[in-house]
């Protein structure tokens, strides 16, 4: 039997408890993840003053940023089992103290190895914050909810670079000098503390189950739990069994291809726009941010009428497939920089529009404990090409002196994560999981 099969849910009536639940739980939940994403990539922008400031080479840099995801992957299962221990609220809220802590110690770096110890660190600290995430969803939506909620969620990493990076460009320009500190240090400092300060709120903010909430009707709490019972009962509950299941590891290699383009992306646009010339740090990050603005209306249209049509295989793979086109159109119209942003706007958009989706099957496969495990060992794939993203691209942009070889590497990175969601049983695809 696969292991995903369940019975078909009875949505009847429904819509309007899931919007309920939506509108109290996911404003936080999307600020925390906002501020996540902003710490774990505004070393791109940091990059436009510490390379220099520090001496660091492109490869430096590269490696620099992309150890992230090595301290990252290494307590992505874990966090797994600290989540069945201390449950999702409890570890959401250590995460984002820990990792707002260290996202401020970042100003403290003065060479090559502080700044690798501070990013694997901070990878170490973020860890546990997605997987947490996961479970708590897993508790209050059924599977075939989630790519509208993830939707939703995901809006905090276009949001990163919309808002984050002209902020970031701000910050860095108007405090350069300030009490002896470089611009790019205050940028860590002010970017980081918001994190904290949002971890000590979320252990009062976040409610794990819908019996512990007032604000649904005993009807609606038994409507919620009856959706979830019927849906986790032919799932796998226990990670160890659902590791010889071809599906996960499908997920796995999946996401760390199409993550190879999205960090890529993400860690060196800042710098791909400087090189046009003439435009401070908040110029860049208002260039930055039009690309992730188109790619956040891209998303959530992507989802929503997927959600309406029932189609999901081509809503998840087509849109990679056109930012793998538009990725290598980008890099041969570069002499032309309005076509060239242009084109990487519909790649980025592509790689937006497949994360949704992509992030609720994963809860199509696993329930219970193994939720968070399972979401923790696919994101494995994100953390391993996150690391790798960056680093490749700056190691080719210092071979060859040109983005050039580098991004057509993360095209087709995009069409074989493509290539790989055909091969995903097509009764996870369905609207809704039945059984088979």
């Not at 429904?14 to 501020?35: E, G, N, Q, S």
């Not at 500190?181 to 709120?201: D, H, N």
């Not at 309406?308 to 998840?316: A, C, I, M, S, V």
Request: proline share 5%.
């Amino acid at each position: 039997m696969p292991i995903a099969a369940a019975a078909t849910p009875d949505v009847t009536g429904a819509d309007a408890t899931y919007r309920k639940i939506v509108l109290h739980i996911m404003p936080f939940i999307l600020a925390c993840y906002f501020f996540g994403y902003l710490d774990r990539v505004n070393v791109g922008f940091a990059k436009l003053g510490m390379v220099s400031d520090l001496s660091l080479s492109e490869a430096a840099y590269g490696l620099g940023a992309g150890l992230f995801f090595i301290g990252y992957l290494l307590l992505q299962v874990p966090a797994g089992y600290l989540v069945q221990l201390y449950g999702p609220r409890n570890c959401i809220a250590a995460s984002m103290i820990a990792w707002g802590l260290v996202s401020m110690a970042t100003l403290l770096t003065r060479d090559e190895a502080s700044f690798y110890a501070l990013r694997f660190l901070l990878g170490v600290t973020e860890a546990a914050f997605f997987p947490s995430v996961i479970a708590c969803f897993s508790l209050w939506f059924p599977s075939y909810r989630l790519s509208k909620v993830m939707s939703l969620l995901f809006l905090a990493l276009p949001l990163g670079v919309i808002l984050g990076g002209p902020v970031s460009g701000w910050i860095m320009d108007v405090t350069h000098g300030s009490y002896g500190l470089k611009g790019w240090q205050w940028m860590f400092l002010l970017e980081g503390l918001p994190a904290l300060l949002l971890g000590l709120f979320a252990i009062r903010a976040i409610v794990e189950r819908p019996d512990d909430v007032a604000w649904l009707t005993p009807g609606e709490k038994a409507l919620v739990q009856r959706e979830l019972a019927l849906e986790a009962r032919d799932k796998q509950t226990s990670l160890l069994p659902a590791l010889r299941e071809p599906t996960l590891w499908i997920l796995f290699a999946t996401t760390f291809l199409y993550n190879l383009g999205n960090y890529g992306l993400v860690f060196w646009m800042p710098s791909m726009i400087k090189s046009i010339g003439g435009l401070t740090n908040f110029q860049i990050g208002i260039v930055t941010a039009v690309p992730y603005l188109v790619a956040a209306c891209a998303m959530l249209l992507n989802s929503f009428h997927s959600v309406k049509t029932g189609e999901r295989l081509w809503h998840t793979a087509l849109p990679l497939i056109a930012g793998g086109i538009a990725l290598i159109a980008g890099v041969t119209t570069r002499d032309v920089p309005v076509l060239s942003l242009l084109c990487m706007t519909v790649g980025i958009s592509g790689i937006q529009c497949t994360l949704a989706m992509f992030w609720s099957l994963p809860s199509r496969v696993l329930a219970g404990t193994a939720a968070a495990s399972g979401a923790g060992l696919v994101n494995i794939g994100a953390a391993i090409a996150g690391f790798a993203g960056p680093a490749v691209l700056g190691l080719l942009g210092q071979l060859t002196g040109s983005m050039t070889a580098g991004v057509s590497l993360l095209a087709i990175a995009l069409f074989a994560a493509a290539g790989l969601i055909f091969a995903i049983p097509r009764h996870l695809m369905a609207r809704h999981i039945v059984s088979a």
